[in-house]
Nanobody, 116 residues
């Protein structure tokens, strides 16, 4: 059974930093991609950042230059370093992984709140 365990998140003031991590276990077919999505109240879930197995990363325009996604293939863990956080970054952040068969799996979500 595939499991995604997220950690990190919380409350931070505008301009601050937070880090998220997502550890994947039980993936038999290998991991093709890992990423983070977020969903704010009343809005659709959107891609934040994604990194594929070869290391190529994609970012939403709204987070470019502020967020960095990385991946430890040996640990099947992805990280999202979020700097210069803004109130509009407030959302539930979901870890996503795609296996070798291009099937999606999701974490339970972690709340990130940016507020003074």
């Amino acid at each position: 059974q595939v499991q995604l365990v997220e950690s990190g998140g919380g409350l931070v003031q505008p301009g601050g930093s937070l880090g998220l991590s997502c550890a994947v276990s039980g993936m038999i077919s290998g991991i093709y991609a890992m990423g983070w999505y977020r969903q704010a109240p009343g809005k659709q879930r959107e891609l934040v950042a994604r990194i594929i197995s070869l290391g190529s990363a994609t970012y939403a325009d709204s987070v470019k230059g502020r967020f960095t996604i990385s991946r430890d293939n040996a640990k099947n863990t992805a990280y999202l370093q979020m700097n210069e956080l803004k109130p509009e970054d407030t959302a539930v952040y979901y870890c996503n992984t795609v296996d070798g068969w291009r099937r999606d799996y999701w974490g339970q979500g972690t709340q990130v709140t940016v507020s003074s």
